[in-house]
């Protein structure tokens, strides 16, 4: 079956796209490119990782491991020995010049370093997990990790002539005149002038001797600006420029396509390249402006637009490449379904406490799923007739209804304490706390000899965590139970880092997820359990149940998928070439009979 002389194998992601709403759709005759892999190939759900986020299940992909082997397990983590806390996808150190240097936190090989020492080409297109991107045999453009120029994952600034500027963050306040001199931040504070001047043409946009005409409700071209040597680039949106306001929406700056400061491309000449043939390919780890729309920078239509054109443009990168290099092993992910989902499903669902009727925007999950479905018709056919083509996500999805205050519940068990008055992570008393909560998914014991400030003994460890557990599983708040499970890290990780993951995993009834606050160590004064408020809407974090969050898989050849998980297909690709899988991985090939 697959004995083509240039073998190809090729794995298309669809971020977040989930099964319920993926089956209802095929039902409905509204995703013709899916059903036809389905109808003549195979379908099935796959099961995805705890926990089910992007940059772990996509780690547990590219290593074909579980996260206590490849390292990469919650978006925050902290050093037990300092406390400090830490981005979870990618190390950042201060060189001595005073510029961010960074380092892979995935401590396993991926399956292009596999392929590369048996000379098999791979492309590797926005993965996470992949800045900053390293040589292979073949291409890579790193995915989510990657940083935009400040070192944040991409935030972006607006410029406004509204007094709450002042107050309001990634704001900037301007006055209502025809010239506006302000600035753009960069990396390490530095600054460069921008000048806004408003004609009858438009607003007049200033940067040195770059100068661009934007109207009113349009975008404009990319903007390169120079920060002491590293390169940005940016676009822009003139929200409001009539009346008595000025509102203009300016992207994350991210690193410059042509001359990038840190490794976004290997071979580093290809950013470039891909520059000139097809355009910006947004390389961050939010490559459509998240943020904005949550921190109600912009309104939806506009973020919208940005998500169609960063869609379109990854997607024309990868078509480019798919069709001018040479390679065998292929791997893209792509993160539009995954974005609306998380910012629109409060319009489908009407328990969500932000849910409104609006005819346009209760449409757009389902457009998303749609006009995803028609653009990977073009890739998959750029990608050849002879490839065996998946198509997966890495999860699925739920509603986001309610905050957790896992942190204040621990506190009122008596398990986590606050210095007086306080509320954030540098504010815990650790001569008093026994356990603490951070990132989305991990309860931490404060252990006796490896954290700094440890008081729990060794003895007194295994009764800890099993008081915690209970409390967990038996605790309501207002008739609430939003906890179904919580389980001990070796009940769900095996292998060589299995002691530096968290102690406790929470895991969550559908429509619940830890406060944001909590994520970084801290509480507020609301609830322990209050309504989320905030237009992110959808989520599939959880911690779930696995069975309750799968992802879906495609295959253009009939194979059986039943049990198919998402670390199944590193071994696959592997077994594909007839290379032997290492006995680590704990995925098995999909092709065995």
């Known amino acids: 079956m697959f004995s083509s002389k240039n073998k190809k194998i090729a794995v298309i992601g669809i971020d977040g796209a989930d099964p319920q709403i993926i089956d209802s759709l095929l039902k409905e005759g509204r995703m013709p490119t899916l059903a036809e892999i389905k109808d003549n190939g195979s379908y099935g759900e796959l099961e995805t990782t705890h926990v089910s986020q992007s940059p772990v299940a996509w780690s547990s992909f590219q290593t074909g491991m579980n996260p206590a082997k490849h390292g990469i397990y919650d978006f925050i983590v902290r050093n037990p020995e300092t406390l400090a806390l830490d981005l979870g996808l990618v190390k950042e150190k201060r060189s001595f010049s005073g510029k961010n240097v960074y380092e892979k ?66 704001c900037k306040w301007i006055p209502l005149k025809n010239e506006i001199n302000s600035t753009l931040s960069g990396p390490s504070g530095l600054q460069v002038p921008i000048k806004f001047s408003i004609s009858k043409k438009g607003l007049l946009v200033e940067i ?13 071209d990319w903007f390169f600006v120079d920060f002491d040597g590293i390169e940005g680039m940016f676009r822009l949106k003139v929200l409001k420029l009539s009346g008595n306001e000025i509102k203009i929406y300016v992207s994350p700056i991210i690193h410059s396509q042509r001359n990038p400061a840190v490794p976004i491309a290997q ?9 000139e043939k097809t355009g910006c390919f947004k390389c961050v780890s939010f ?50 379904v995954d974005r609306v989902q998380h910012l629109f499903w409060r319009y489908i669902d009407n328990k969500n406490p932000l849910h409104e009727e609006h005819e346009e925007y209760s449409r757009t999950i389902y457009e998303t799923y749609e006009m995803v479905d028609e653009e990977i018709n073009s890739l998959i056919k750029a990608l050849g007739k002879d ?72 003895k007194d460890y295994e009764s800890v965590r099993e008081n915690i557990i209970s409390t967990l599983k038996r605790f309501s708040f207002d008739g609430l139970k939003p906890f179904k499970d919580a389980k001990k890290s070796e009940e769900i990780y095996s292998g060589k880092l299995l002691t530096e993951m968290p102690d406790i995993i929470p895991i969550y009834k559908k429509g619940f997820r830890i406060e944001k606050s909590n994520v970084l160590g801290g509480m507020t004064d609301n609830e322990i359990i209050h309504d989320n408020l905030n237009k992110w809407s959808g989520d599939h974090i959880g911690p779930f149940q696995l069975s309750e969050n799968k992802g879906i898989i495609f295959c253009s050849e009939p194979l059986n998928l039943k049990g198919a998980g998402i670390m199944d297909l590193a071994p696959t690709a592997l077994d594909f070439f007839g290379i032997e899988v290492p006995q680590k991985m704990d995925g098995k090939s999909l092709l065995e009979e």
């Open 105 to 170: 936190r995935i401590m396993e090989k991926s399956i292009w370093h596999f392929l590369s020492e048996q000379e098999i080409a791979s492309l590797s297109l926005f993965i996470p997990v992949t800045f900053p991107a390293e040589p292979i045999n073949g291409i890579q453009l790193s995915g989510m990790g990657t940083p935009d120029i400040k070192g944040t994952q991409g935030v972006p600034t607006l410029y406004w002539s509204n007094e709450i500027a002042k107050e309001k963050e990634d």
């Open 208 to 220: 040195g001797r770059n100068k661009k005409f934007v109207k009113e409700n349009e975008w404009s």
């Open 387 to 458: 490839t065996l083509v998946f198509v997966i996500s890495d999860h699925g999805f739920a509603p986001y209804r309610k905050n957790v205050q896992l942190n204040k519940l621990l506190a009122e068990e008596g398990f986590l304490e606050m210095k007086a008055g306080g509320s954030t992570y540098g504010d815990i008393y650790w001569g008093k706390t026994q356990a603490y909560a951070l990132g989305f998914s991990s309860i931490y014991i404060n252990l006796e000899g490896r954290e700094r400030f440890g008081i729990v003994s060794e």
């Open 287 to 336: 490559e459509s402006d998240v943020n904005a729309l949550k921190e109600k920078l912009v309104e939806e239509n506009t973020w919208i637009e940005d998500m169609q054109y960063t869609f379109d443009q990854r997607l024309k990168a990868t078509e480019y490449l798919a069709k001018n290099t040479e390679w065998n092993f292929f791997a893209a992910d792509f993160f539009p």
């Open 267 to 275: 071979p580093k000449e290809i950013a470039k390249k891909l520059l």
